[in-house]
């Protein structure tokens, strides 16, 4: 049996990669107890994604208020992977 800080390591780095394969450079926030787990950047386009993996539950209505309030003050954009196999 996996636990869940292995589990939700390997899909974050499951996302990681996919986002890596879409151009994006990513940088993830290893052993943060944070909202945000990976921030995706294209060079090209200057995109910016925040985003929270979810391997085993659902984002809070609070930590989604806090994350549209970033994506307001920065002007990135804001995904929620989650995987509730």
Do not use: H
């Not at 994006?24 to 909202?35: D, E, L, N």
């Not at 391997?55 to 003050?73: F, G, H, M, Q, V």
């Amino acid at each position: 049996m996996v636990n869940n800080p292995i589990k939700g390591r390997k899909y974050e780095w499951k996302i990681r990669d996919r986002w890596r394969a879409k151009g994006y450079y990513v940088v993830r926030s290893a052993g943060s107890k944070g909202i945000i787990d990976l921030v995706a950047i294209n060079p090209k386009t200057k995109k910016i994604v925040l985003i929270q993996c979810k391997s085993y539950k659902l984002s809070k209505p609070k930590e989604k208020r806090i994350l549209d309030a970033l994506n307001t003050l920065t002007g990135s954009n804001f995904t929620i992977s989650a995987s509730l196999e």
